[in-house]
């Protein structure tokens, strides 16, 4: 089925893609364009199960979590522009590093932000996550997806670092970071560090880490 092929699976490879420590640039990266590709592939989702074309947007977004920002994201993933400026929705990509004093650095994932103008900013991978699950439950797709959210193997290191890989990136005019530190309950919480160390480092050992499940 498209459906599975197109945004199932290109959403469990992306998960796994972001789960490793490549310095990705935020606004151009090959990262964003397959997830580009994700999101036009729920914004069609209604078109695909045949719903009637009469207002299917408008319902999909009443009843499909976040498809008014899945839609809004792909349209101006493809388009760029668009009449209504308040639908632009920008994606770009951030670098998540937990720190822990006396420990160090570790890189938990890439992320994609969905930054849209009225509605806020959304996690890519979140948000399309619960978008594919309410369409595999409501069309009655058999199928035991997890969905697993990936994220970087538990190493701490004195800097956070990110290793550039030709072909994956061609080239990097930027780097976006945001560090986190463990609330009481264990999540993540973007917090700012006077002590950051940062390098962008021709290391490709970084990537033998092996990833593991995340609890999102």
């Known amino acids: 089925m498209r459906f599975i092929n197109d945004a199932v699976m290109g959403w469990d490879s992306l998960s796994k893609r972001l789960a490793s420590p490549i310095c990705v640039d935020p606004d151009v990266s090959r990262v964003?364009?397959?997830?580009?590709?994700?999101?036009?592939?729920?914004?069609?989702?209604?078109?695909?199960?045949?719903?009637?074309?009469?207002?299917?947007?408008?319902?999909?977004?009443?009843?499909?979590?976040?498809?008014?920002?899945?839609?809004?994201?792909?349209?101006?993933?493809?388009?760029?522009?668009?009449?209504?400026?308040?639908?632009?929705?920008?994606?770009?990509?951030?670098?998540?590093?937990?720190?822990?004093?006396?420990?160090?650095?570790?890189?938990?994932?890439?992320?994609?932000?969905?930054?849209?103008?009225?509605?806020?900013?959304?996690?890519?991978?979140?948000?399309?996550?619960?978008?594919?699950?309410f369409w595999l439950k409501h069309q009655n797709i058999d199928l035991a997806w997890p969905g697993i959210v990936f994220e970087g193997a538990e190493v701490f290191r004195d800097a956070a670092l990110l290793t550039w890989i030709d072909g994956v990136q061609p080239a990097v005019y930027s780097a976006r970071l945001i560090t986190c530190g463990r609330d009481v309950d264990g999540s993540l919480v973007p917090r700012d560090f006077d002590d950051l160390r940062f390098a962008i480092v021709d290391d490709k050992t970084l990537l033998e880490a092996q990833a593991i499940p995340s609890s999102l």
């Open 32 to 133: 964003a364009s397959d997830a580009g590709s994700l999101l036009s592939a729920l914004r069609h989702a209604p078109e695909l199960f045949g719903w009637p074309e009469r207002r299917r947007d408008a319902i999909a977004a009443e009843l499909c979590p976040g498809h008014q920002v899945i839609t809004d994201a792909a349209d101006t993933f493809k388009h760029h522009k668009l009449r209504n400026s308040k639908r632009i929705t920008k994606i770009s990509v951030a670098s998540v590093f937990l720190v822990e004093p006396g420990k160090g650095f570790r890189f938990i994932r890439n992320t994609l932000l969905l930054e849209h103008p009225e509605l806020g900013q959304f996690d890519a991978l979140l948000l399309t996550r619960d978008a594919i699950r």
